[in-house]
């Protein structure tokens, strides 16, 4: 017995749906335990659905957990190290795909070959090389080595623009523009999708970063949002008496704006790395 298509759709509607619900049963239970009060939250049969809304323990989560100029770190982190980042990939990219040089497969294969290290094998020889030029604590040490970890990033562009119709490079070198102006022009603008998708990977990868901030930021003047998180939950409160609510409220802050975030940016994402080539 053949189904319809209608019926067909509606089956996938309805396990693309609980699939979902699963996936996010996570976030979902942090943010109702964030509206609960810490008997709730804590009682021996796990509740799901608080009583009453308490709306204050994102006011106590932020100004006793996260404070503003915390937040403000994270911020700055994120947007110079994948602004930095996304520069020097969309012009490597362009660079490896359409220019003609000696080595230029030799330099693709070793963006892909580095892709296989595990990063934290490199973490130590950075951070003796950011100690050695006294960068550790600062926004140099904790954004250059991040920015410069381009390898992902270069072969995400370079295939999405080695499948740019070479008509318009050729065009474009024969009215008289340089490779600068051909990237400005004509590489930035048609390459939004997968910029779309290089930010929606690289900022969520960044706002969530720990290991390295933990070693290259780890006095106040530069920690971020990811530190002081991880510090609450394992157990040290910085002086304050943190309740279970108020550090799920905390943990709601820093992951709801990259979900937001990431559901905006979600066509453009997907269009991104098909076009690239990326599955």
């Not at 997968?194 to 106040?220: D, F, H, K, R």
Request: charged share 10%; aromatic share 12%; hydrophobic share 55%.
């Amino acid at each position: 017995m053949r189904l319809s298509k209608r019926t067909l759709r509606a089956i996938r509607i309805f396990f693309a749906t609980a699939i979902g619900l699963v996936l996010a049963g996570p976030l979902l239970y942090l943010i109702a335990g964030s509206l609960m009060t810490p008997a709730q939250v804590t009682a021996a049969t796990p509740q799901f659905i608080p009583s009453s809304i308490h709306f204050e323990d994102y006011v106590n989560g932020w100004n006793q957990v996260l404070q503003a100029r915390t937040f403000l770190n994270s911020v700055i982190f994120v947007v110079f190290a994948v602004g930095i980042q996304w520069a020097l990939c969309i012009s490597g990219g362009l660079a490896i795909a359409k220019m003609r040089f000696p080595g230029r497969v030799a330099i693709t294969t070793m963006f892909a070959i580095s892709l296989l290290i595990p990063v934290v094998t490199t973490v130590i020889p950075v951070f003796v090389v950011t100690n050695q030029f006294r960068m550790i604590n600062t926004y140099p040490g904790l954004i250059i080595p991040i920015a410069a970890q381009t390898a992902f990033g270069t072969l995400l562009f370079r295939q999405y623009i080695v499948n740019m119709p070479q008509e318009l490079f050729d065009a474009a070198r024969m009215d008289g523009a340089g490779w600068w102006l051909i990237l400005r022009r004509l590489v930035v603008p048609l390459a939004k999708p997968a910029t779309a998708a290089y930010l929606a990977i690289s900022v969520i990868t960044a706002w969530n970063m720990y290991l390295w901030p933990l070693l290259a930021a780890n006095g106040p003047k530069v920690q971020v949002l990811s530190e002081i998180v991880a510090a609450i939950g394992q157990g040290d409160n910085f002086g304050y008496s943190v309740t279970q609510p108020q550090l799920y409220a905390a943990t709601v802050i820093t992951v709801v704006p990259m979900v937001i975030a990431f559901l905006l940016v979600q066509p453009a994402f997907v269009r991104g790395l098909t076009g690239s080539g990326v599955e």
